[in-house]
């Protein structure tokens, strides 16, 4: 029972390069989220989906696109990386309406990407 | 206002110590609540959802003041194990598409020998 799997673990980027940050979740969640987390300044929510085909803007989407093609499945793209970019990006995924109250949020591992 | 607020400490407390972290939100309306445990450089995890009665778990014990907008989280006989940031979290109003988590920036404990 993986949960959320992120890929890859770690990267370096020089400035201008593009990347894809792949996210899976096998718990047939209804919800997709992409986070930032930077010293001093907890999770920011960057991407989020509520379903296969959907995404939408959270607070902090300049810089990135995102796609959920199939449910199991977030990828959060970097089209031109940016030293700002430089974070520790987490993928969550969760049960959708009430059941967050319940079960909240199921966290991946995290991706640690410096941006040269 | 930030939405969630929370004293940042550290917090250094010796092992077998009672110690409490409160936070604050800013949002009346927000109706789910939870403490997350996060160490360092790991993915937060959920620690305990908070009820309105207030909940216990071993020795976490979790209450909520609506009136005030906070919740508070309750460590009895502090292990070495316990050292890590919590993160206090709160949904704001449902949107009908989705019930989007704001989390605070934490708060450090250090339990010391």
């Known amino acids: 029972n993986a949960g959320v799997t992120q890929t890859p673990k770690f990267r370096v980027l020089k400035t201008g390069q593009s990347m894809t940050l792949l996210c899976a979740q096998d718990?047939?969640?209804?919800?997709m989220y992409w986070y930032r987390q930077d010293p001093g300044m907890g999770l920011r929510l960057i991407h989020y989906s509520v379903g296969e085909g959907t995404t939408a803007k959270g607070e902090v989407p300049d810089g990135y696109n995102v796609s959920r093609l199939k449910k199991q499945n977030f990828l959060l793209g970097l089209e031109s990386a940016a030293p700002s970019q430089t974070s520790v990006y987490f993928c969550?995924?969760?049960?959708?309406?009430?059941?967050?109250?319940?079960?909240?949020?199921?966290f991946g591992s995290g991706t640690r990407l410096t941006v040269v | 206002r930030k939405e969630v607020e929370q004293d940042p400490g550290p917090f250094n407390v010796p092992e077998g110590a009672t110690v409490a972290f409160n936070c604050t939100y800013s949002n009346s309306a927000s109706q789910s609540f939870f403490w997350y445990r996060q160490d360092c450089r790991k993915e937060p995890k959920l620690l305990m959802s908070v009820y309105s009665s207030g909940n216990e778990d071993g020795r976490f014990t979790a209450q909520l003041n609506r009136a005030s907008q906070y919740i508070s989280l309750l460590i009895r006989d502090s292990k070495l194990s316990d050292s890590a940031t919590y993160l206090c979290?709160?949904?704001?109003?449902?949107?009908?598409?989705?019930?989007?988590?704001?989390f605070g920036t934490g708060t450090r404990l250090q339990v010391t020998l």
């Open positions: 969550a995924s969760s049960y959708s309406g009430h059941l967050i109250a319940n079960y909240g949020y199921t």
């Open positions: 979290v709160v949904n704001g109003i449902n949107t009908g598409t989705a019930s989007k988590l704001t």
């Open positions: 718990m047939n969640h209804e919800y």
